[in-house]
T-cell receptor
Framework: AQSVTQLDSQVPVFEEAPVELRCNYS??????LFWYVQYPNQGLQLLLK??????LVKGINGFEAEFNKSQTSFHLRKPSVHISDTAEYFC????????????FGGGTRLMVKP | DTAVSQTPKYLVTQMGNDKSIKCEQN?????MYWYKQDSKKFLKIMFS???????INETVPNRFSPKSPDKAHLNLHINSLELGDSAVYFC???????????????FGPGTRLTVL
């Protein structure tokens, strides 16, 4: 069985400040990792995903994430946030045995203040 | 053009009623999903269909019955609605489950179901 823990339910930050949203996972096999974003009253949209290769993954809107196998983490970062980044962010994991089934973390609400 | 669409966007109904939510994708994908997002934003997979065949059924009550008339549609029918069914239901699709387990899933806008 696999699980995903997002350590912060809410992260308030001022505009143009850097931000890190934390994600830890547990799985007994090799995993694929995803970050999705949900803007208010909308569906989820893929930000980035890690499949293999380079542990630093770049996504849309200036976000990036680093896969750390020893720490079983996949933290999401952005060097300078905008008001428009205010949204709910979900970390998710899938593995070879899961048939593309995603297991999501509880979400982190990023609140960007002017 | 909307890639994954759901109808209705909002659904308010009484306990005990039967209701359906429709989902359509125009991406040519083979695999479709239903997710439930509760009031605390927790997202959980309910069903997955690949080419009209049920692949995943994650301990969902029998009152929930997905129906896939063709690979572009996956509808969700719910019988005898209960208060605990109130949630936002998301439909999603991905290209081909068999081709790669790390496919990106494309989500619809969601259907907010409120059971009174």
């Amino acid at each position: 069985a696999q699980s995903v823990t997002q350590l912060d339910s809410q992260v308030p930050v001022f505009e143009e400040a850097p931000v890190e949203l934390r994600c830890n996972y547990s799985s007994s096999v090799s995993v694929y990792l995803f970050w999705y974003v949900q803007y208010p009253n909308q569906g989820l949209q893929l930000l980035l995903k890690y499949l293999s290769g380079s542990t630093l993954v770049k996504g849309i809107n200036g976000f990036e994430a680093e896969f750390n196998k020893s720490q079983t983490s996949f933290h999401l970062r952005k060097p300078s946030v905008h008001i428009s980044d205010t949204a709910e962010y979900f970390c998710a994991v899938s593995d070879n045995n899961a048939g593309n089934m995603l297991t999501f973390g509880g979400g982190t609400r990023l609140m960007v203040k002017p | 053009d909307t890639a994954v669409s759901q109808t209705p966007k909002y659904l308010v109904t009484q306990m005990g009623n039967d209701k359906s939510i429709k989902c359509e994708q125009n991406l040519g994908h083979d695999t479709m999903y239903w997710y439930k997002q509760d009031s605390k934003k927790f997202l959980k997979i309910m069903f997955s269909y690949n080419n009209k065949e049920l692949i995943i059924n994650e301990t969902v009550p029998n009152r929930f019955s997905p129906k896939s008339p063709d690979k572009a549609h996956l509808n969700l029918h719910i019988n005898s609605l209960e208060l605990g069914d109130s949630a936002v239901y998301f439909c999603a699709s991905s290209p081909n489950r068999l081709a790669g387990v790390a496919d990106t899933q494309y989500f619809g806008p969601g259907t907010r179901l409120t059971v009174l």
